[in-house]
C-alpha cells in the first residue's frame, strides 16, 4: 500500500458511455468498439495516442478484448483481457491505473463489455458438485444473504424495496439507463416472487452494454478542465471460509472482505467515508446496497434502512447514491459495471451529470463486488 502513495499521479482523460440494453443485433466489438470511440473523444485523443488496453469481460470467451479493439485498430500495443467476475471492469481499470502510476506507460485504456444471456446470471464459480446441487443461481444466494440480514438488522421487505424505488426514479434521469421508467413502492411489493423474499423487481437486470474510461499522467491531460484524479483502486479477494471474517493482523478481526477494500482504500486515499460527496454502492439486489453502504462505513450495521427513508440517500440528500439509478435500473452487464459504475462518479465530479447532479461534488466512491469472491472500491477526486 505504502508504495503505491510513492507513485505518480493518475489522472481520468476521458470516459466513453452509451445506453445499456438488449443489442439483440450486435455483437460486443460493435457496442464495445463504440464505447472506446466515445473515451477517444471525450479525452480529445486519438487510437495511436493508446499505449496499452485492459479488457473487462466474464463471458465473451478468448482474446475478446483483441476482438473489440481489432474494430479500432490493431496497433501492437499490449492487450490484456481481465475475467474477474463482477469486478472484471474494476479490475482492468486498476491494472491500467498501476501501469501509469509506475511509470511503465504514460497512456492506457480499461474498457469493460458484455453480451448477457437471457436468464439468471448462469455463474460458473463453483466446484462441479456445488453446481449440480444448484449452488450457481445467484437469486438463491442473495435471498439467503437479505434473509440473514433482515434476521440481525430487523430490516423488512418495505425497507429494501424503497431501494429499487429510489433507484428507478434516479434511473429514469439517465438516458442510458436500461431502466427509465420509476416504480412505485406497490409495483416493487407486488412483483412476482423469485426467491422469497426477494421478488423481480428486487432483482437488477441484466443487460448488453459497454464502458471505457483513459487513465494518464498529468503531464499527457489534454482536457484540463476535465481533470478527475485517482485517489485510490483497491482490490481485495476472499479467504478460506468466505462466510468467516477477513482474518487480517492489521484490521479487527470482525472486518469482512468489503470492509476489508474499504479500509484499504481510505488509508491509501487519506479520506474517509465522511468525506465523500457521492457512492456508487454495488446493488446487484436491492437489499445488497444497505448492506453494502453500512460495511463500506458509511453507517453501522442496521442504520441504512432509516437512511433511505429519511431520504439521505437521495440525490439531494446528505449522502447520494447510485445517482445514475445503479444496477437495479442501469442494467448489469458484468464485464461492463464496474467501469460504468466509475464513470457516473466521473461526470458527477465534472458537473456533468444533467439532471441528477449532486450540486458541488468533490470526491466520490465506486463500489463492485464479483464472485471468487472480490471487492473492488475506487475513489476519485476533483
Known amino acids: 500500500m505504502k508504495q503505491l502513495n510513492e507513485m505518480r499521479e493518475v489522472v481520468i482523460a476521458g470516459i466513453g458511455l452509451l445506453p445499456w440494453h438488449r443489442y439483440e443485433n450486435q455483437e460486443i466489438y460493435d457496442f464495445g468498439s463504440e464505447a472506446i470511440l466515445n473515451a477517444l473523444k471525450d479525452a480529445d485523443m486519438e487510437w495511436k495516442d493508446i499505449q496499452s488496453a485492459f479488457c473487462g469481460s466474464v463471458y465473451q470467451g478468448t482474446g475478446s478484448g483483441h476482438q473489440v479493439i481489432k474494430e479500432i485498430g490493431l496497433t501492437g500495443i499490449p492487450i490484456v483481457n481481465v475475467e474477474n467476475a463482477c469486478s472484471s471492469g474494476a479490475s482492468a481499470f486498476r491494472l491500467a491505473y498501476q501501469s501509469i502510476a509506475a511509470d511503465i ?76 421508467t420509476p416504480v412505485t413502492l406497490e409495483d416493487v411489493m407486488s412483483s412476482r416472487m423469485i426467491a422469497a423474499p426477494l421478488r423481480l423487481l428486487h432483482c437488477c437486470p441484466l443487460s448488453d452494454g459497454a464502458a471505457a474510461i483513459i487513465l494518464c499522467s498529468r503531464d499527457k491531460l489534454k482536457s484540463k478542465n476535465k481533470e478527475i484524479s485517482i485517489a485510490a483502486s483497491v482490490l481485495t479477494s476472499g479467504v478460506y471460509g468466505e462466510a468467516n471474517p477477513v482474518k487480517s493482523l492489521k484490521y479487527p478481526p470482525s472486518l469482512d472482505l468489503v470492509e476489508f477494500s474499504a479500509r484499504q482504500a481510505y488509508e491509501i486515499s487519506g479520506y474517509g467515508p465522511e468525506d465523500m460527496n457521492v457512492v456508487q454502492a454495488y446493488d446487484t439486489v436491492a437489499a445488497s446496497e444497505l448492506w453494502n453502504l453500512e460495511k463500506l462505513g458509511f453507517c453501522k450495521k442496521g442504520e441504512a434502512p432509516e437512511l433511505l427513508r429519511d431520504g439521505a440517500l437521495n440525490i ?46 468533490k470526491i466520490g466512491l465506486a463500489h463492485a463486488r464479483g464472485a471468487g469472491p472480490n471487492s473492488t472500491v475506487t475513489i476519485l477526486k476533483r
Open 105 to 180: 506507460y504514460d497512456i492506457a485504456i480499461a474498457v469493460g463489455f458484455e453480451k448477457m444471456p437471457l436468464g439468471p446470471i448462469p455463474s460458473t464459480a463453483f466446484r462441479p458438485y456445488e453446481l449440480k446441487m444448484g449452488f450457481n443461481f445467484q437469486p438463491a444466494n442473495y435471498a439467503n444473504e437479505t434473509v440473514s440480514y433482515m434476521v440481525e438488522t430487523g430490516a423488512t421487505v418495505e425497507d429494501f424495496s424503497r431501494v429499487t424505488v429510489k433507484n428507478r426514479m434516479n434511473g429514469a434521469l439517465n438516458p442510458n439507463a436500461c431502466f427509465q
Open 316 to 361: 439531494n440528500g446528505n449522502l447520494p447514491v447510485n445517482t445514475d439509478g445503479g444496477l437495479m435500473s442501469r442494467g448489469h452487464p458484468l464485464g461492463a459495471t464496474a467501469i460504468g459504475q466509475i464513470c457516473e462518479i466521473v461526470l458527477q465530479l465534472r458537473g456533468d451529470a444533467g439532471l441528477r447532479q449532486v450540486p458541488g461534488a
